[in-house]
């Protein structure tokens, strides 16, 4: 099964690649009978300005001769050779990309692919989170499932909660490390942006309150000197 979704990826891919070079034949063949079209219509005007007199007799015949030599051009076997010479580079072009994307795909898999890895389970992800904040959230959770009366580690989880606007964890990440570790200014003032952020940005009296506590427990505290004016 997982042989066939590839086949039929790389199949989807080359030929999501390769379609405009297939139009590109019958492109060409539109641009000459436009060219011829735009040539013809310049004589047709070339004559009405003539006999209107906004152009002179020598000057019609020099513009006359130039015209007819470039719709001539334009409307030999020339264009046809060159339109066949650019279609068949164009298939060439196409077959090199059709056998390149899988042969390329498959040895870089080759390479650096792992088909026979096993996947890891959680318990192994968890045990090496390294920069996945999800992972370091997962375990940081478990632990503290395990441990609930760990107070640092929901001081460490709660502005975390809040980083990722996970309002209502962060606001009982806060509480957990008040009731444990005891008040301080950082953990007051978390949990009162806590509270201002999940109200849209309404200071309510809990979180007045809990600004106002910060203030006193560290004097001059812009963050909380700053809700409490928004308050008022």
Same mark, same amino acid.
């Given at each position: ?17 390769? &379609? ?10 539109v ?18 300005e003539?006999?209107s007199? +906004? ?34 580079? &164009? ?11 899988p042969?390329?795909?498959?040895? +870089?898999?080759l390479?650096?692919?792992s ?16 920069s996945? #904040?999800?992972?370091?959230i997962?375990?940081?959770?478990? &632990?503290?499932?395990q ?17 990722? #606007? ?11 490390a ?8 950082e953990? +007051? ?8 952020t999940?109200n ?5 009296q ?5 600004f ?21």
């Amino acid at each position: 099964m997982f042989w066939i979704l590839v086949a039929i990826l790389t199949a989807a891919v080359a030929i999501i690649l390769t &379609h405009p070079l297939m139009r590109s034949k019958q492109s060409a063949i539109v641009d000459g009978e436009g060219e011829v079209a735009v040539y013809r219509d310049q004589l047709a005007e070339l004559e009405r300005e003539r006999a209107s007199g +906004l152009i002179g007799e020598t000057e019609a015949e020099y513009a006359r001769a130039e015209i007819g030599r470039r719709l001539l051009a334009a409307a030999s076997g020339k264009s046809e050779q060159d339109t066949a010479l650019t279609a068949r580079r &164009h298939s060439v072009i196409a077959s090199l990309v059709t056998a390149a994307l899988p042969i390329t795909g498959l040895c +870089l898999y080759l390479f650096m692919g792992s088909p026979n890895h096993p996947d890891m389970p959680l318990e192994a992800r968890l045990e090496n989170p390294g920069s996945d #904040m999800n992972l370091l959230i997962a375990k940081a959770e478990r &632990h503290l499932a395990q441990n609930p009366a760990d107070g640092a580690g929901w001081d460490v989880l709660a502005p975390i909660y809040f980083k990722t #606007m996970r309002f209502g964890d962060a606001e009982m990440a806060y509480r957990n490390a008040i009731r444990l570790l005891g008040d301080s200014p950082e953990r +007051l003032t978390g949990l009162a942006e806590t509270l201002v952020t999940a109200n849209q940005g309404i200071v309510t009296q809990e979180a007045q309150s809990a600004f106002a506590d910060a203030e006193k427990l560290r004097p001059g505290n812009p963050r909380a000197r700053f809700y409490l004016a928004l308050a008022l």
